[in-house]
């Protein structure tokens, strides 16, 4: 991979890992409600979650999509669905006072699988694959890129995060934190706008 091609690649990982999106917002959401260190497994699934995601539809996921096409318009649906299913879990999220002891944040597990039905990450990772990974570099040109998106979105994801447990000394107040759970819902519903209308 050229030097020009390579900062491209890390030019799009960081816009890409940096804006808004279901794993950024759910993660501001989970430092708000959990903090930092709580939600430090639900960061490293996203990260790494993603980077076996890309190399995954590098190693051959781009062709059944391009064999049938059909299978991708059903992950599109499942995907959509998912999403807001949990924007509905974040809008009525228990507040402190009224939460039970058993809730809590994303599990590295649950945030790794959360990736296959993150329409962004679809999207960011057969972009990535199609005009980043060379052909005649073989699997390691889509190990790479695997591995600049890791080292680019770790550290992204985790600005959300931390953003969110800043919030969260402004959201004392119970009703404070349920206007943020609900902002956030409906910021993870709005993510989907690219698509569902692209």
Do not use: C
Request: hydrophobic share 55%.
């Amino acid at each position: 991979m050229t030097y020009d091609l390579l900062t491209a690649l890390a030019a799009f990982a960081f816009v890409s890992s940096i804006t808004p999106g279901p794993n950024n917002l759910m993660l501001m959401a989970s430092g708000a409600n959990y903090g930092m260190r709580r939600t430090l497994p639900h960061m490293l699934g996203v990260a790494l979650g993603f980077v076996f995601m890309v190399i995954l539809v590098g190693v051959g996921l781009i062709q059944i999509f391009d064999m049938v096409p059909v299978t991708y318009t059903v992950l599109k649906v499942a995907s959509v669905g998912y999403l807001l299913y949990l924007a509905w879990k974040i809008a009525t999220a228990a507040t402190p006072e009224t939460a039970e002891p058993t809730g809590t944040p994303f599990t590295f597990l649950q945030a790794a699988a959360f990736q296959w039905v993150n329409p962004k990450a679809w999207t960011m990772a057969l972009t990535a694959i199609s005009v980043y990974a060379l052909p005649e570099a073989g699997i390691w040109g889509i190990f790479l890129v695997g591995f600049v998106f890791g080292a680019i979105n770790l550290p992204s994801v985790g600005l959300w995060a931390w953003m969110g447990q800043q919030l969260r000394r402004m959201l004392d107040d119970p009703r404070k934190l349920r206007a943020f759970n609900i902002t956030m819902a409906v910021l993870l519903v709005g993510s989907l706008y690219p698509i569902l209308w692209p």
